[in-house]
Each structure stands twice: as structure tokens, then as C-alpha cells.
């Protein structure tokens, strides 16, 4: 197994675990201080993941299709055009490397807590796209 592949595998699973940890139940017993550094930590660890997945996708299309790709959005696009990706994930996929763009950019915690709460919808989605590079 490719090592970008065996990294973003397992950052995939941390990222998964943390999307699914009851925050509403956490905050009945933490600070909100705490909840907040939590919800910091786990959309640091999406943008560290999707980095991984995009990178992966990379390896695996020059790989198995021959093209060499840069950007992230280009290259998820090569994936999906070479048939590995249905539409929607495709376009889901871009939605996520959008957000993680406005993660660095983010001063409005309205926007910052929306990008949290689509982060469970994000990880389902890159367990299916590390499905398409498992093959």
C-alpha cells in the first residue's frame, strides 16, 4: 500500500471517530471552552485528512490512469472524469475542498460551526473515495 494511501487511511479513521463523538453529550459535562478546542481539533484534523485524500487520489491517477494532475480540484475532477468518482461525490468532494479553504480563512464562527456539522457528511465521503483507491 502506497504510504499517502496508508496515511490518509488512518487519518480517515481518527477523523471518522471524532465526527461521530456526541458533542451535545460532552458539553453537559465540559467547559465550553473545552467543546469549542474540540471542534478546532476535529476541523484541523478534516483539513490534514482531505489534504491526505486529495494527495491520494494523485498517486493512485497517475498510477492507474497516466495523468498528472496538481491542484486538488483538478485532480479530483481527473478522477471523476476517469469514471472513479459518481457525480455527486465529485461535486461533494469539491464542496469539501472549498470549506477546508474557508477553514483558514474563517473569522465568523456562524460559518465556522456549519463547516463543523457538515464534517460527519465529509468523512462518509472520503471513506467512499478511499473505497475507489483501495481497488
Given at each position: 500500500?502506497?504510504?499517502?494511501l ?62 498528472d ?20 461525490d ?33 468523512a ?12
Open positions: 500500500m502506497d504510504v499517502r496508508k496515511a490518509f487511511t488512518e487519518a480517515l479513521e481518527s477523523l471518522s471517530y471524532l465526527t461521530e463523538v456526541d458533542m451535545a453529550a460532552l458539553a453537559v459535562h465540559l467547559d465550553k471552552r473545552l467543546i469549542d478546542a474540540l471542534d478546532n481539533g476535529k476541523a484541523q484534523k478534516f483539513e490534514y485528512t482531505l489534504e491526505l485524500c486529495w494527495k491520494a487520489i494523485k498517486v493512485a491517477l497517475k498510477e492507474q490512469e497516466g495523468i494532475e496538481a491542484s486538488p480540484k483538478k485532480v479530483v475532477k481527473a478522477w471523476y472524469l476517469a469514471g472513479h468518482l459518481p457525480e455527486d465529485y461535486l461533494a468532494l469539491l464542496a469539501a475542498i472549498d470549506d477546508r479553504n474557508k477553514l483558514s480563512h474563517i473569522y465568523d464562527a456562524e460559518e465556522f460551526t456549519a463547516i463543523v456539522a457538515r464534517l460527519p457528511a465529509y462518509r465521503l472520503m471513506q467512499r473515495v478511499n473505497e475507489t483507491l483501495s481497488c
